[in-house]
């Protein structure tokens, strides 16, 4: 049974930082993407960063260049490191794994089979 479970989640001022993380357990096949995503109240949720087994990595333009998504696999343990955080930035975050298209990770729901519980982040201005 595949397990992921996140944590890192907090309250932080603007400007700050966080660094979320996703154990990973249960795994038959490691699967080809893993992602972040997060889902603010009253909003749908999206996608914002995914990393496939090579290291490649694909950002929402939102967070491009603020956030850093990275993986260990050796630990089965995904990060995301968050800077210059934003109140916009507050949001439940959710860790996932799923597959690829064209070697390609795409930020989209529908591609993620596997979803964690999800850690709160709340930036203040």
């Known amino acids: 049974q595949v397990q992921l479970v996140e944590s890192g989640g907090g309250s932080v001022q603007a400007g700050g930082s966080l660094r979320l993380s996703c154990a990973a357990s249960?795994?038959?096949?490691?699967?080809?993407?893993m992602g972040w995503f997060r889902q603010a109240p009253g909003k749908e949720r999206e996608g914002v960063a995914a990393?496939?087994?090579?290291?490649?990595?694909t950002y929402a333009p939102s967070v491009k260049g603020r956030f850093t998504i990275s993986q260990d696999n050796a630990k089965n343990t995904l990060h995301l490191q968050m800077n210059s955080l934003k109140p916009e930035d507050t949001a439940m975050y959710y860790c996932?794994?799923?597959?690829?298209?064209?070697?390609?990770?795409?930020?989209?729901?529908?591609?993620?089979?596997?979803w964690g519980q999800g850690t709160q982040v709340t930036v203040s201005s």
């Open positions: 990393i496939d087994r090579d290291g490649d990595t």
């Open positions: 249960g795994y038959t096949y490691s699967p080809y993407c």
């Open positions: 996932a794994a799923g597959r690829g298209i064209g070697g390609y990770c795409y930020l989209e729901r529908s591609f993620y089979n596997y």
